[in-house]
């Protein structure tokens, strides 16, 4: 399984960006997806996550209202709608998925095998 994430770059605070997770070599919708960030200095966090097939989601309190992840199963794609941008979203993306045989959120790191390269965003003030 390979996971390419695209979609970042600079933007001024109250913009949007959409980011997108490609999944190749398994059908994205037998698999858990989460998009996390990490900033300088801070830990990998978890701010959207889609479950397995009916996709229900999850997002960190912070990005709640601003952020919507989705899933287009035809393309295989995962993607982070990000509106209402702050500075303090400035990070590095990262999108992993993890395979699950039942309908379950995956908010831990630790939990998840396949992981893509980052993608910067960076909001400027």
């Known amino acids: 399984v390979q996971l390419q994430a695209s979609g970042g770059g600079l933007v001024q605070a109250g913009g949007s960006l959409r980011l997108s997770c490609t999944v190749s070599?398994?059908?994205?919708?037998?698999?858990?997806v989460g998009w996390f960030r990490q900033a300088p200095g801070q830990e990998r966090e978890c701010v959207a996550a889609?479950?397995?097939?009916?996709?229900?989601?999850y997002y960190t309190d912070s990005v709640k209202g601003r952020f919507t992840i989705s899933r287009d199963i035809a393309k295989n794609t995962v993607y982070l709608q990000m509106n209402s941008l702050k500075p303090e979203d400035t990070a590095i993306y990262y999108c992993?998925?993890?395979?699950?045989?039942?309908?379950?959120?995956?908010?831990?790191?630790?939990?998840?095998?396949?992981w893509g390269q980052g993608t910067q965003v960076t909001v400027s003030s």
């Open positions: 889609i479950s397995r097939s009916v996709g229900i989601t």
């Open positions: 992993a998925a993890d395979y699950r045989r039942r309908v379950e959120l995956v908010t831990n790191i630790a939990e998840y095998d396949y």
């Open positions: 070599g398994r059908t994205v919708s037998n698999y858990a």
